[in-house]
């Protein structure tokens, strides 16, 4: 049975930072591309960031760019979202998502339609 674990959300105060990881069980992670998304309350969910199954192919949405950092550990079966310079806008819950290895567009990751596996989420509280 795949599954796929969130964690390291919590509550903290704008301009901090936070580690979120996913963990993976069930699957080989180093033969999937993995993206974290983000569903803040009453708004659609939206893509944050990909990475390629080798972690040489990143991608991410305009207003986490050069704040947000995703990055995997294939030995260990784990993705990470390093989040810096925290924005209250950032607060929503976090999901990661995992697709079949290939070479595909920004679009293609950005579309959560494309994803074949996800997470329960982890809750990211940013206060002003």
């Known amino acids: 049975q795949v599954q796929l674990v969130e964690s390291g959300g919590g509550l903290v105060q704008a301009g901090d930072s936070l580690r979120l990881s996913c963990a993976a069980s069930?699957?080989?992670?180093?033969?999937?591309?993995m993206g974290w998304f983000r569903q803040a309350p009453g708004k659609e969910r939206e893509f944050v960031a990909a990475?390629?199954?080798?972690?040489?192919?990143?991608y991410y949405t305009d207003s986490v760019k050069g704040r947000f950092t995703i990055s995997r550990d294939n030995a260990k079966n784990t993705v990470y979202l390093q989040m810096n310079s925290l924005k209250p806008e950032d607060t929503a819950v976090y999901y990661c998502?995992?697709?079949?290895?290939?070479?595909?567009?920004?679009?293609?990751?950005?579309?959560?339609?494309?994803?074949?596996?996800w997470g329960q989420g982890t809750q990211v509280t940013v206060s002003s």
């Open positions: 069930g699957l080989t992670l180093s033969i999937y591309d």
């Open positions: 998502a995992a697709v079949s290895r290939g070479y595909y567009s920004r679009t293609y990751y950005a579309k959560g339609g494309s994803y074949d596996y």
């Open positions: 990475i390629s199954w080798s972690g040489g192919t990143t």
